[in-house]
């Protein structure tokens, strides 16, 4: 689903009314529909960390069976377990608020590599993320073009068993037909699978805290019309959306502070009624 012309001109009205500094895009699996310049441009994203880093090497440890959600961490043994409540879970580290410091530890700890290493090795390089790095001062930067790199990929994943799937940034396969040749090979070592997973996505995707409140997936937040979210504590700060159901995604770095963020996911995601009516494909106007 791509953005109407006058959307995706309305969006960028928003965005350069409220803060004409701020770094943005929106898309889908194919790639971006509509942004800022300066794609390449490598910028401060340490308010992403956690998502761009710890969910995805996580996943990884799941999918390879290094790491159960429900086992506590006790066993994996004392160090994987210093400083948590006894029976503490990977599960409730994921989905309940400060957990982020013990579940690097937990991932250091298993991996034998800091998190940002192993992000690189089975997160960035396979995805062509090629910029996104630690800064000297410890801080993760990236360009907004790799930023769109890791997000198209979630719309369309691997499955663990299918290396090289159509499920990498070079472009989506149609039914039982062959990638696009003229798609970007940046889905790294063709001998593994892809780093972002079916299984694991889909497992982050959901309401995993029952009736507890505030409901939450695994590091991401539910958002109104089927959107998941995570983005920086403090405000502003980064933020990004991802849509299955809209076969949507949507990236704001903003400069200053101000209601963008709320407003940006309100324009790019909130259905319209009476241009649903009117259009079989349902592509929302603003």
């Known amino acids: 689903m791509t953005l109407l012309s006058d959307q995706a001109d309305a969006v960028r009205a928003l965005v350069e009314s409220a803060d004409p500094g ?14 800022s310049d300066g794609a390449d441009d490598v910028l401060d994203v340490g308010g992403l960390t956690t998502v761009l880093a710890l969910w995805p090497t996580v996943g990884t440890l799941v ?30 580290l994921l989905t309940q608020p400060g957990g982020t410091a013990a579940l690097t530890r937990l991932v250091e700890h298993l991996s034998g590599s800091t998190v ?6 089975r997160v960035w390089a396979p995805l062509g993320m090629t910029r996104t790095r630690l800064a000297a001062d410890g801080t993760l930067r990236a360009p907004l073009a790799d930023l769109v790199l890791f997000l198209r990929n979630l719309l369309h ?32 070592d063709a001998s593994r699978p892809a780093p972002l997973t079916r299984a694991w996505t889909a497992e982050s995707l959901r309401i995993r805290t029952g009736e ?42 903003p400069a200053v502070r101000s209601p963008l963020r709320t ?22 106007r603003v």
């Open 63 to 92: 999918d390879e069976g290094a790491l159960s959600l429900h086992t506590p961490l006790a066993a994996y043994g004392d160090e994987a377990a210093a400083g948590t409540p006894a029976g503490t879970t990977a599960h409730q």
């Open 212 to 253: 507890l409140t505030p409901a939450r997936g695994l590091l991401w937040h539910p958002a109104p019309h089927g959107v998941w979210t995570h983005h920086a504590p403090a405000d502003p700060g980064p933020a990004v959306w991802i849509s299955p159901r809209h076969h949507r995604w949507a990236v704001l770095l």
């Open 116 to 121: 940002a290493d192993l992000a690189a090795v």
């Open 22 to 35: 701020a770094v943005w895009a929106v898309g889908g699996p194919d790639g971006p529909c509509a942004g």
């Open 157 to 188: 994943p691997s499955a663990p068993s299918d290396p090289g799937s159509s499920g990498g940034p070079g472009g989506p396969r149609g039914p039982g037909g062959p990638a696009e040749p003229s798609a970007p090979a940046v889905r790294g």
């Open 263 to 284: 407003t940006f996911r309100e324009a790019v995601f909130t259905p319209d009624a009476s241009a649903r009516r009117g259009r079989p494909d349902g592509i929302p």
